[in-house]
DNA sequence: AGCACGCCGACT
DNA sequence: GTCGGCGTGCTC
């Protein structure tokens, strides 16, 4: 018997199945989704491989080399996802063994060590061994050398060793034994011995306990290990280990009943239940009730034995997020994102592997959850850029989940109060049923939205011969004012998209970059110095410019450091919490400033992009934004919707049940369409007037778009390079299909590599696909002569 | 990737 | 002569 093996070595030369042979021990346990070590390559070196499949004969014509030993006694792979891993390969350009890695928890990634043992006396008394039997290979290169000295004469002998990561949780427990009659012992037992008979009495009290753990005995009966060893000694007992799950779940929740649905909510709740060949694509305004379609939905695939996976993006995999579902479904379901350790993300992954959970909630990887029989996978907030992963393999969450519902003829829910332009238009097209939720639940009225024009506050200024010194417009101070006056709370957003914080000097003009990178190094006053985003380079902040010598050096760019200072000069009495990089840079310490806020513990909540998510506080009257235009000036297409959907979530936060919502918003441009559609929270306007924009541009939904990046030490080698891909793509494009570039990013240098992007557009091409394959091919084997080539398809950032 | 093999200049 | 630097090719 033969096993097809794929290897854990990413690389273009390996990227298929090896043929090994399967030991006759291991013949009845070997399956398709098992995790084997196997010998790879001339030397004794050992790799982590997955098992793809098996076989009775071998196309390979030597002789194949047997698997080394198994990692899996069960698959830790479906064949539905090793069949997925195929699919997101070729789709992603990626290599086999990367998407397969990518589908489980970290930890099951394998752990690579060398180590030499000394067979003479010799070599052990060495200075290298120092006595010792074995030593870790070190990485001086002398002294490998002379291990590989060694080891030729037959001196040393080197193992490869393949580490598993993975590891459960153990605990000790005490055993009841049957033929053990404790009613009887503890009469036996000498009368001073008062812990051994409260330890016999317990089993006698408990007779449905067959074992209990150690912990267990010394915190609730005070029952020490010396007393247990005892017991054990005498034979009443024997003592084993079993798993200990870790518990990432802090708090119990009490459980929820499902409401009554509206009958908005009631027709999308059909509707989805029903469609297992289409994707529904639920366009639900902020506040129209979806959660409560979801959670729904879900319970009435529960109730069909079946399973469900619900993706919602990171920053919104709230504890309040958590807690809801939990209340409805209890034990059932299990978490995966980010706050997880990596044992509490494995012993999650086992439970969902082995069917004690039946729903899952989780973030972009998620949508790996191995969920057998699946009743619906729902995808909260379909538009958010997080679904994409930006590094290997660059997979779309979406297109996972849509191939996993094809998989298992189940529902896929694509839900936003603002779609992706791509799913609102397979709505038109009816590729996907679009259902439409326009009205929210409790009918509270939208928010009063108001465009704050910066031009004539500026110019207002100039009349007044003061000329506007502050981000805050006089209409959003008297607002905000107002707002703090009726004790309620305001919400300040500082849209700094691609802006940060650097070192200006005063006097030339001179902005520090980073030595290994084309861009400008971002000043980090927590950690007191400069920083490049893209390398890690780091510097501390100079006093003097480095050019002219003036000390006049200033922190410049929009900072919310700045706006907060203005705030407490305009506004002394308002309590004001920033949450911007430099104040969550420690875990939890976003959730810890929302839950500040939500508890009324400040006045106004100010902060970038990541305040527009997250918990509801029902006693935010007053949204500003106070720049919406700095999203547009980014060298994207999707830069008007970006800007769309955020000024409307954002906006969304204003008002609650009774109390009305004001939602002020300062521009440059109030006559952009983004903005003035969004004042009016009218998506379906929007997508229709972006649509004509895309169209005349040949952007998606109208055309598909590839991005190829390519890199090189030298600049003209990566030119040379981009030029000759480009023009190998040309010929092959259809009438209407385009090919843009070879250009430099923004970031043309990044940790010293100068790089070139090509951009495709292109519709229905058969032998694109082939080719961007090939080309990966030839440029991945000149990745020695320092060529690099990344290969994304559907980009959700086009720099 | 990581390793062996082979070719070539430089140093004991 | 041999050590070690680097370019090339292979891994079931
Ligand atoms: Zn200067
Ligand atoms: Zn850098």
Known sequence: MYAQVVVDVPTQQTDHSFDYLIPAALEKFIVAGQRVVVPFGRSGRRVQGFVVGTSTTSSYAQKCKPIAYLIDLQPVLSSELLQ??????????????????????NVMRAKYSKKAWALTSTVRQSALFQGAAAIS????????????????????????????????????VLNRVANQDYAHIVTQVKPQATKQRQLLQLFIDHPDWQQITYTAL?????????????????????????????????????????????????????????????????????????????????????????????????????????????????????????????????????????????????????????????????????????????????????????????????????????????????????????????????????????????????????????????????????????????????????????????LLCRNCGFVPHCPNCDITLTVHLQEHCLLCHYCGHREPIM????????????LSGTGTQKVETQLQELLPQARVLRMDNDTTTRKGAHQRILQQFAQQQADILLGTQMIAKGLDFPNVT??????????LGINDFRANERTFQLLTQVSGRAGRKQK?????????????????????QDYEAFYRQEMQFRHQGNYPPYFFLIKITISHQERAQAFKMAYNVAKRIKPILQPREQLLGPVQPTVA??????????????????????????????????????????IDNEPQQME
């Open 84 to 105: 997925l891993s195929q699919w997101l390969a070729n789709r992603t350009f990626a290599f086999w063994v990367d998407c397969l890695q990518t589908m489980l928890p």
């Open 137 to 172: 290979v070190p990485n001086d290169l002398t002294q490998q050398r002379q291990l590989a000295q060694w080891q030729k004469q037959g001196q040393v002998r080197i193992d490869y060793l393949v580490e598993n990561k993975a590891q459960t949780r153990q605990q000790l």
């Open 218 to 502: 010394q915190q609730k009966y005070q029952i020490g290990n010396s007393v247990i060893k005892a017991a054990i000694a005498h034979g009443w007992f024997t003592r084993s280990q079993i798993e200990i799950r870790r518990n990432p779940y802090t708090n119990p929740v009490t459980p929820s009943s499902p409401q009554v649905l509206t009958a908005e909510q009631r027709k999308a709740y059909q509707t989805i239940i029903t469609s297992a060949s289409r994707p529904v694509l639920l366009e639900g305004v902020t506040g129209s009730g979806k959660t409560e379609v979801y959670l729904q939905v879900i319970e009435h695939f529960l109730q069909q034995h079946k399973t469900a996976l619900m993706l919602v993006p990171e920053i919104s995999l709230t504890p309040q997020m958590v807690t809801r579902v939990r209340a409805r479904f209890g034990g059932q379901v299990a978490v995966l994102h980010s706050g997880l350790s990596q044992g509490e993300r494995y012993d999650e992954w086992r439970r969902i592997n082995q069917q004690q959970a039946q729903v899952v909630v989780g973030a972009r990887s998620a949508v790996f959850a191995p969920l057998r029989h699946l009743g619906v996978i729902i995808i909260d907030e379909e538009h958010e850029a997080s679904y994409k992963q930006i590094d290997n393999p660059r997979y779309h969450a979406r297109d996972v989940a849509l191939w996993r519902g094809r998989y298992h003829h189940c529902p896929v829910v694509l839900g936003s109060a603002t779609p992706s332009l791509e799913s609102r238009a397979r709505g038109q097209k009816r590729v996907y049923q679009l259902v439409q939720m326009p009205h929210r639940v409790y009918n509270q009225p939208l928010p009063q939205v108001q465009i704050v024009d910066l031009r004539e506050q500026q110019n207002l200024a100039l009349e007044l011969n003061s000329p506007l010194q502050v981000d805050l417009s006089q209409p959003l101070i008297t607002a905000l004012h107002q707002c703090l006056k009726k004790h309620e709370q305001a919400i300040l957003l500082l849209n700094r998209r691609g802006y940060a914080n650097f």
């Open 543 to 554: 006093k003097q410019c480095q050019v002219c010598g003036s000390s006049k050096l200033r």
């Open 622 to 631: 007053l949204v500003g934004v106070i720049n919406a235009d700095t999203g």
């Open 660 to 680: 009305l919502g004001q939602v002020f918003i300062q521009t440059y441009n109030p006559d952009n369409y983004a903005i003035q559609l969004a004042s009016q």
């Open 749 to 790: 240098r990044i940790k010293n590599r100068y790089y070139y992007q090509i951009i495709i557009k292109y519709r229905h091409n058969q032998s694109l696909g082939q080719l961007l394959h090939q080309i990966m091919n030839n440029v991945q084997i000149d990745k020695k002569r320092g060529f690099a080539i990344a």
